[in-house]
């Protein structure tokens, strides 16, 4: 559809821009009253700065300075001018300031998602030491199963989430997967449990017992781990919860396999690192590719894989 060009359109089209530069020119020459000393802040020669309120004046179509044996005065539309400009220039420099914060991390926001168990100790642990690092950075935490918090990034809801894998999150395209850390699953048995005193367990040794398993993605990981140990779990109870995992094997209901980062350290269960293949999760975060991305997911991801490593030794 074709628009026609009004009159006044065209005019306004036809007026210059007024250059930013020149402004703080004019502001310099305002606040000091002569070319010489506005030249001597800005490290201009006084020629300059006189060829460049002249430019100014082109732009603003009037007359901004008048020039006397006494120095510099500031005409009406000069005074007009100057206000504005005071007004202009002390936006761009609160912007500048707002935006150095930003790169300092000293202000801006990260919004976080994270899979329910990672609530367990890793993020926690991560919001502690990045809120004592970064205290200007507003921190918008929200609980995501992988498959929400991968897609709350391509939507632009959320800067950061955190996943485990496998999972159900398919193609990845147009982000990006960094792993923080390689999650062990230890067993997890009653603490009256005839294996209990063991320093590390053997799947093999458990294939007789009853199973309280994940479900989902992380029930695979479980399967598999026992699969290469010879036999296929009897699995008398099922939750997407490892605290309830860990509350039923504390009442005898069978044992587990459950990550280290989400053990709660009851004193009613054991849990025993895996001897052999040592079976585990991978954690990673997804964002969106370096550049779009805020400084504040970096070093979100920085904290994170402190983190992990503090917490798994």
Known sequence: MLHAVTEGEAAASAVPALDVRRLRVLRAVAEHGSFAAAAAELQYTPSAISQQVAALEREA???????GPRGARLTQAGLVLDRHAAIVLGQLAAARAELDDLARLRAGVLRLAAFESG??????????AYRERHPGVELQLAEHDPVA??????????DL?????????????GLQRTVVCEDPL?????????????AVVRLADLAGEPWVAPTAFCAQVVRRACAAAGF??????????????????AAGAGVALVPRLALTGSDRIV?????????????ATITVPEG?????ADAMLAVLREAADALLG
Not at 61 to 67: D, P
Not at 149 to 158: D, F, S, W
Not at 186 to 198: F, I, K, Q, T, Y
Not at 232 to 248: E, H, K, L, R, T
């Open 61 to 67: 179509g009037a007359v901004l300075v008048e020039r």
């Open 119 to 128: 609530w367990s100790s890793l993020v926690p642990a991560a919001v502690s």
């Open 149 to 158: 918090g991968v897609a709350a990034v391509r939507a632009g809801a959320t």
């Open 161 to 173: 989430a955190l996943v485990f894998e496998p999972n159900a999150v398919g193609e990845l395209e």
């Open 186 to 198: 230890w067993a997890v048995l009653p603490a009256g449990h005839r294996l209990a005193s063991r």
């Open 232 to 249: 296929d779990p009897d699995v008398v109870f099922s939750s997407g919860d490892y605290g309830a995992i860990q509350g039923f094997v």
């Open 271 to 283: 849990a025993r690192p895996v001897e052999g293949g040592r079976p585990s999760r991978t954690i």
């Open 292 to 296: 779009p991305r805020p400084a504040t």
